[in-house]
């Protein structure tokens, strides 16, 4: 992290940001050193269990009772004891009651005797194992018969505190709250939990040539697609999405859009302007308010970037001044923001789980750099993981990144790749 390049001029290019660009940093150098500035800062609420899924567990949540609460039946049929079976002859119990869920059979279950009961009753005294009416040799309204070789002890009975133990650790702080773990907590009796608040991100799309949508197409310009993939992957994460709209290449507008986002949020995500061939204002603006770094990351798309702390008054935020084109934004954000984002909400930091899966096609790469490819992930006939590229992997291609299921790996020290060798893939699904 560079902070010799605060506070510098607006009217020409400052020697300090291109002295900067000149240091070419691997992937995992640049993720150290946002991880070294990305911090959490604990601040908690109260939610319904109702509204959150996807928030971040405040604190481990010790689970107050046994689920379930009773040795209980895990199939309709009878409850009886085990003791009383013979590995070589059938027996005969005689019904003297019956045990539901929620209306349990109150009495002494004894020799010779059982109970009819449903699945979920409660297992009654004397009793640890039930039969299932279809494994019966006989039944009556009376009696039941019991074949020979009927089962070990416990059969088809679930044990109390089997899901969870009282005292123990259902869930983790920091892990982001799935339907699972919804019903998990509501399993524990609780209608309220803890939960880190939400991080707020304020973004803007930088550049002249930008239009709104709604706007007449003009000769030159692009229709603003960042914002709205930017939006997607954070409303993802969880975070408060604060979209503060396109701004032109203009100092006073640049300037005011990185005090207002500073007021407002804890992170400012941009897009263009932060490479080397673009107008410097974006850089110069961003220069001027924070201490930011401008690197050239070895990694493909996503190459230029800008990270550091902007100021306004007592406000700061980090900011991530992500390159301009689509696919980068998308695989920066990814690879570079995700993990900070993560960190700064308090989750628990999940790395996208890399799947092997064999190329279809040769796959140019040079080595001493990650790339990104877009991939599409299936089994082929022969039961593989298979991945073919996306077509066309130019780094404004926003439709490749659409097509795909998948981002093909290709690590730093790899070189080119063969038809047929194994990759690394990391499903879209698994970042959330
Ligand atoms: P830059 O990083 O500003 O040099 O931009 C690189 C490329 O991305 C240029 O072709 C820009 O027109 C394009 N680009 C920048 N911002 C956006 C945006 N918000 N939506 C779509 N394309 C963009
Ligand atoms: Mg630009």
Redesign the pocket.
């Known amino acids: 992290m560079h902070s010799s390049s605060h506070p510098t001029h607006t009217s020409s290019s400052a020697p300090n940001v291109k002295a900067d660009d000149t240091a070419l940093l691997s992937l995992n150098e640049a993720k150290e050193k946002i991880a070294s500035l990305s911090k959490h800062k604990p601040a908690h609420e109260t939610l319904a269990l109702t509204t959150a899924l996807g928030r971040v567990l405040a604190q481990d949540l010790i689970s107050p009772i046994d689920v379930p609460a009773h040795d209980n039946a895990a199939m309709d049929g009878y409850a009886f004891a085990s003791s009383a079976a013979s590995a070589t002859d059938e027996i005969t119990l005689s019904i003297i009651g019956s045990a539901l869920a929620g209306a349990p059979f109150q009495g002494q279950v004894n020799n010779g005797e059982c109970i009819r009961i449903m699945t979920g009753a409660v297992m009654p005294a004397g009793c640890d194992s039930v039969i299932p009416y279809e494994k019966l040799s006989a039944q009556t309204d009376t009696h039941i018969t019991l074949p020979a070789h009927v089962g070990s002890p416990g059969a088809h009975r679930r044990l109390r505190g089997e899901d969870l133990q009282r005292g123990c650790i259902a869930l983790k702080k920091g892990r982001i709250l799935t339907p699972a773990d919804l019903g998990l907590l509501a399993s524990l009796g609780l209608t309220e939990i803890r939960v880190e608040t939400r991080l707020r991100v304020a973004f803007f799309?930088?550049?002249d040539?930008?239009l709104a949508q709604g706007e007449a197409s003009e000769h030159g310009?692009?229709?603003?697609?960042?914002?709205y993939t930017l939006l997607g992957m954070l409303s993802r994460l969880g975070c408060v999405a604060i979209d503060l709209g396109?701004i032109p290449d203009d100092a006073a507008q640049l300037e005011s859009a990185f005090r207002a986002a500073c007021q407002q949020a804890d992170v400012i995500i941009t897009?263009?302007?932060?490479?080397q061939?673009?107008?410097d204002l974006?850089r110069l603006t961003m220069s001027r308010l924070g201490d930011i770094a401008f690197w050239q990351i070895a990694m493909r798309p996503g190459r230029?970037m800008a990270f550091g702390t902007i100021h306004d008054g007592t406000q700061s935020a980090l900011l991530f001044g992500?390159?301009?084109?689509?696919v980068?934004?998308m695989t920066s954000f990814y690879f570079l923001a995700r993990p900070a984002l993560l960190r700064m909400m308090g989750a628990e930091l999940t790395e996208p789980l890399l799947i092997p899966a064999v190329t279809t096609t040769q796959l140019d790469k040079k080595s001493g750099r990650t790339e990104f490819q877009r991939g599409i992930l299936k089994r082929n006939l022969r039961g593989q993981l298979e991945v073919s590229v996306t077509g066309t992997q130019g780094?404004?291609i926003?439709r490749s990144m659409s097509e795909a299921n998948c981002m093909i790996v290709l690590h730093h020290h790899q070189d080119q790749v063969q038809a047929g060798e194994v990759v690394d893939v990391a499903l879209f699904e698994g970042l959330i």
């Open positions: 799309s930088t550049g040539e930008i310009c692009v229709y603003d697609s960042n914002r396109i897009s263009g302007g932060v490479s061939g673009s107008a974006t230029p992500l390159p301009g084109n689509p980068a934004v780094s404004g926003l």
